[in-house]
């Protein structure tokens, strides 16, 4: 590994969504950590179609920072979509993505620059689970295991979108225009030389998770649909447990004709009715996996841009 310049230039990239309460705070707490370092830095503030003052408040701080750019787009795409923006805006040689709420403590982010210059490519950090179990943390872990058991890719649990990647790694996400876009499952896909960071989470300066609780069920299913054939294949095995179960009926009903004893044969109408019921339920929840699967692939032959700014840009 081959060690870096020191005087790389940074971008910092922060999707906000309805974040006016903490925007000001998350700016101060980012200088005190930026202001002490030799690098050039950009802060790419992405708000994500925010229905309050986020919007207001960020070109204000943009009036007194000139390092900020502001970059608004056209609704709420969502934050993988807000991310992107920021992705496709930056030029900077390593390019962090890090939260508005406080969240991810920025003091990280002179230990990303480090391993950076070291010359890591990819800087993941990973939340360590604390003890105080919330159903945030549950459905997470729960989401990690299964992700990891039916994906060829592995995420690391834990993994938050709070990572730093140098150009050539962003690079190669931008050659990804995928619309259902799961950024943890992408970046551990193109591989590059990647290090984890281990943080212990902080709490959210003020206001809400803005990921409510059907965001956080479609990142997953975008996740599971697009990094995963295994749903399909579900029906496949549960067809080939069927087709055994009536082989093995035949022989057995069959059993009775050779023995001439075919008068115990009783009409068996339950026992029909449980396999059609069983067998029809699994037909359904197989076409229903098939049918999210043609939806997706339907959405990504639309080939419709992940976000839209403003002023109408992509
Ligand atoms: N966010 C966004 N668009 C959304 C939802 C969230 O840009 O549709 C931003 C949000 O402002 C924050 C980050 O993404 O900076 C992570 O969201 P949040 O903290 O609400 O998620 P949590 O930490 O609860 O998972
Ligand atoms: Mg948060």
């Known amino acids: 590994m081959s060690p870096r310049k020191s005087k790389s230039s940074i971008d910092l990239i922060i999707p906000v969504f309805n974040e006016a309460g903490v925007v000001d705070r998350t700016h101060v707490a980012l200088r005190e950590v930026i202001d002490l370092l030799p690098h050039k830095f950009t802060i790419y503030y992405v708000d994500d179609g925010s229905k309050d003052e986020t919007a207001k408040t960020l070109r204000a701080l943009g009036k007194q920072d000139k390092r900020i750019v502001v970059l608004e787009l056209a609704r709420n795409f969502g934050h993988q979509a807000a991310l992107t923006a920021g992705l496709d805006a930056s030029k900077g040689d390593f390019v962090i993505t890090i939260d508005a709420d406080g969240q991810h403590p920025p003091a990280l982010i002179a230990q990303m620059i480090e391993l950076f210059e070291q010359g890591y490519d990819i800087v993941q950090a990973q939340r360590l689970d604390d003890r105080n179990y919330s159903f945030k943390q549950a459905t997470s872990f729960m989401f990690y295991r299964l992700i990891n058991s039916i994906s060829g890719t592995h995420v690391e649990p834990g993994a938050a979108d709070f990572r730093g990647m140098s150009r050539q790694a962003v690079d190669a996400v931008k050659a990804m225009p995928e619309f259902h876009r799961f950024l943890r499952g992408m970046i551990s896909w193109i591989g590059f030389k990647s290090v984890i960071l281990p943080y212990h989470e902080t709490a959210r300066l003020a206001g809400q998770s803005k990921y409510s609780l059907g965001k956080m069920i479609r990142l997953a299913m975008d996740a599971i649909f697009s990094f995963s054939l295994v749903p399909l294949y579900i029906g496949l095995s549960a067809g080939g447990i069927f ?72």
């Open 243 to 314: 087709f055994c179960l009536a082989a093995l009926e035949m022989i057995y009903v069959l059993s009775f004709w050779f023995k001439g004893d075919t008068s115990t044969l009783a009409p068996g109408w339950s026992s029909l009715m449980f396999v059609i019921l069983i067998a029809s339920g699994m037909l359904m929840v197989v076409l229903g996996f098939i049918g999210i699967y043609v939806g997706y692939i339907f959405q990504e032959v639309k080939r419709r841009p992940v976000y839209l700014l403003k002023n109408g840009e992509k």
